[in-house]
């Protein structure tokens, strides 16, 4: 299998960074000194190679490695060990970008219904996305569904569970997700719109198991996932299992050594159908450059993967919504959550113009 390319930006000064690059080189595949190794197929193929190093200022350096396909085996979890394992120890480092060999990205797959898909499924075929959240946790599961057939009849097109939502004694994962649908299906039926509710996952594989099974019983298509959380290989394997569903990534824990854009892109190749990220303006420090950039990871072509639904949060609200589209543009869920649920007793009517701002806005 051909190389993996992988780009990490290196803080180091001048003289010391060809042999730095070639630790890292080392570090992410051999992971021990050169000279005992004398099997000829470990040389010339396992070994990382160096191949280029370039400097962007300030002491930077991106250092551009190439290493082996082959030590990926398929699995999510080893191609992050492979791509950052060690080298995530040293805080001088940062993994910047990577490109996977095209036999390789064609079987991690990628999302299941992409951007299409997540459009069809709402009857949305040429506008951007509305999604909220429901929070806080701490509610009981008929407070929670209180809350999303109260924004589902104000016209959004997903409702997601906040990522805190677990399978916790206030709020069991399977109570909470038939409660909230019921709610939402009923709204639904009132106004002839197909808002989605997309619980979200937690605890170990087996767990999730049996919570897909409530997913399905309550006839849901839409998850929401914490990769970073619930492991890697977990969310390869759920996507794989479940090829019909639509999976939603949350970035919690995303934060540090592996820069946004890339994330953005790594999810969508783990089976990610809307990526979540904090968007400029907001309660986080994204750039607009940064967010950019995250935008074009999930929606770019990369090796006929389907692309994935931008998901701009993170204090978004609705007088920025004409803003977030100018900049976004069509190809975007604008989710709104807090803002929202801050109107109260005017929760519906406060979705409803968030709905149709989206609606009318001309791309």
């Known amino acids: 299998m051909p190389r993996l390319i992988v780009t990490y930006r290196v803080r180091s000064d001048a003289a010391s960074i060809e042999a730095r690059a070639r630790d890292i080189a080392t570090e992410q595949s051999v992971e021990m000194p050169l000279a005992p190794i004398d099997n000829a197929f470990v040389k010339s193929e396992i070994i990382g190679q160096v191949e280029g190093i370039s400097g962007t200022g300030g002491g930077l350096f991106d250092v551009r490695i190439a290493l082996s396909g082959e030590t990926v085996g398929g699995?999510?979890?080893?191609?992050?060990?492979?791509?950052?394992?060690?080298?995530?120890?040293?805080?001088?480092?940062?993994?910047?970008?990577?490109?996977?060999?095209?036999?390789?990205?064609?079987?991690?797959?990628?999302?299941?219904?992409?951007?299409?898909?997540?459009?069809?499924?709402?009857?949305?075929?040429?506008?951007?996305?509305?999604?909220?959240?429901?929070?806080?946790?701490?509610?009981?599961?008929r407070d929670l569904a209180a809350l999303a057939g109260r924004l589902a009849a104000g016209g959004l097109d997903y409702i997601k569970d906040d990522h805190g939502l677990a399978d916790q004694n206030y709020s069991p994962f399977a109570d909470r997700v038939r409660a909230?649908?019921?709610?939402?299906?009923?709204?639904?039926?009132?106004?002839?719109?197909?808002?989605?509710?997309?619980?979200?996952?937690?605890?170990?594989?087996?767990?999730?198991?049996?919570?897909m099974t409530a997913v399905r019983d309550a006839g849901l298509d839409t998850v929401l996932i914490t990769p970073m959380i619930a492991g890697w290989s977990t969310m390869q394997t759920l996507v794989r299992e479940n090829r019909d569903l639509a999976f939603i990534s949350h970035p919690a824990m995303g934060g540090g050594?592996?820069?946004?854009?890339?994330?953005?892109?790594?999810?969508?190749?783990?089976?990610?159908?809307?990526?979540?990220?904090?968007?400029?303006?907001?309660?986080?420090?994204?750039?607009?450059?940064?967010?950019?950039?995250?935008?074009?990871?999930?929606?770019?072509?990369?090796?006929?993967?389907?692309?994935?639904?931008?998901?701009?949060?993170?204090?978004?609200?609705?007088?920025?919504?004409?803003?977030?589209?100018?900049?976004?543009?069509r190809d975007v869920m604008l989710l709104i959550g807090g803002s929202l649920l801050s109107a109260k007793d005017k929760l519906t009517e406060e979705t409803a113009k968030f709905a149709e701002a989206v609606k009318r806005y001309s791309y």
């Open 75 to 141: 699995d999510a979890g080893q191609l992050l060990n492979m791509l950052f394992g060690n080298t995530s120890l040293h805080d001088d480092v940062l993994l910047r970008d990577v490109d996977v060999p095209p036999e390789l990205a064609k079987a991690f797959g990628g999302p299941n219904v992409g951007v299409r898909g997540l459009r069809e499924s709402v009857g949305a075929k040429d506008r951007a996305l509305t999604c909220s959240a429901l929070k806080p946790q701490g509610l009981p599961p």
């Open 180 to 211: 909230c649908a019921e709610a939402i299906a009923k709204a639904n039926r009132a106004s002839g719109h197909a808002t989605r509710y997309a619980p979200s996952l937690s605890g170990d594989l087996a767990a999730i198991r049996k919570q």
């Open 257 to 329: 050594q592996i820069a946004p854009p890339l994330l953005a892109k790594l999810f969508r190749l783990l089976g990610a159908d809307a990526v979540v990220f904090p968007s400029f303006g907001g309660r986080f420090g994204y750039s607009p450059e940064t967010c950019r950039a995250i935008a074009g990871a999930a929606l770019g072509d990369w090796h006929g993967l389907k692309p994935a639904l931008p998901v701009p949060a993170g204090g978004m609200t609705l007088d920025r919504v004409p803003e977030l589209l100018d900049f976004y543009g």
